[in-house]
């Protein structure tokens, strides 16, 4: 039976050249164990490919993201690869999400100019002091707050990532973030609600369901709530990381 999703983002990287506040992926907390080595090799993005034509998966858009995908050191090499998907149908296009900062148009240069003209850029520039943010760091639980899916499922997808996949983007960093490894998954999955039974779960430690709901960061600190604060002081005392990848 074929996979079809709308778009699915593929997280080669959590490294990124910008330190924002406001991080869905949390990609300032550089210190954590887990960013040390969440590039995704070739060999992954091999593997990813074969599993897409193998379970005939259909795909309307597929975004590469990090952190800075334009910082991963095999970038070129990865977007050449994932343009074989595209010719054979299984997927629409090819997004490249940058911050802007680096250099994405000597990139796109460097790489066949028939795939450099099929990949859609879109940047994603950090935003003015002036714009309002919203705090990420308060769980909606320990808010009173109901657990709500956002629009993420249906608009950006599963993610892929180093580690495997994850049932989104922002979801996948507030479990990361709690040491709750059990949302990860190794196989491409043919249902997000059947693979992830518990996903509403998340979404009650995930501030993205709750947006009009939480303050902005020029209203209060930014500081974690409860439970996210619980799994973060883990890490903080040198929780030892030893995670199977994808």
Same mark, same amino acid.
């Given at each position: ?73 095999? =970038?070129? @090499?990865?977007?050449?690869? $994932?343009?074989? %998907? ?5 997927? *629409?296009?090819?997004?490249?999400i940058t ?42 639980v320990d ?22 996949y994850w ?24 249902? =997000?609600? @059947?693979?992830?039974?518990? $996903?509403?779960? %998340? ?5 993205? *369901? ?37």
């Open positions: 039976m074929s996979i079809h999703m709308n778009s699915m983002e593929l997280e080669i990287t959590l490294k990124c050249n910008l330190l924002c506040d406001s991080c869905d992926r949390h990609c300032n907390f550089v210190d954590l164990p887990y960013f040390k080595d969440s590039d995704m090799t070739l060999e992954q993005i091999d593997k990813f490919k074969k599993e897409v034509v193998e379970k005939d998966v259909h795909l309307g858009r597929l975004r590469v993201l990090g952190g800075e995908p334009c910082i991963h050191p095999n =970038v070129r @090499e990865i977007l050449i690869s $994932l343009h074989d %998907l595209t010719k054979s149908g299984n997927v *629409g296009r090819v997004e490249l911050n802007g900062i680096s250099d994405h148009e000597k990139i796109l240069k460097s790489i066949p100019e028939e795939i450099a003209k099929a990949t859609k850029v879109r940047k994603s520039p950090p935003k003015k002091k002036e714009e309002k943010h919203r705090c990420n760091l308060l769980a909606p808010l009173g707050l109901p657990a709500k899916p956002c629009i993420a499922l249906t608009r950006c997808g599963i993610i892929l990532n180093a580690w495997g049932p989104c983007g922002s979801g996948g960093s507030v479990a990361r973030l709690m040491g709750d490894w059990g949302y990860v998954r190794y196989e491409f999955p043919s249902d =997000v609600h @059947e693979t992830w039974p518990t $996903l509403t779960t %998340l979404c009650g430690y995930c501030y993205q *369901g709750n947006r009009g709901h939480m303050p902005f960061e020029n209203e209060t600190d930014n500081i974690p709530t409860r439970s996210l604060w619980k799994g973060m002081t883990k890490w903080l005392k040198g929780r030892r990381f030893k995670q199977r990848r994808y």
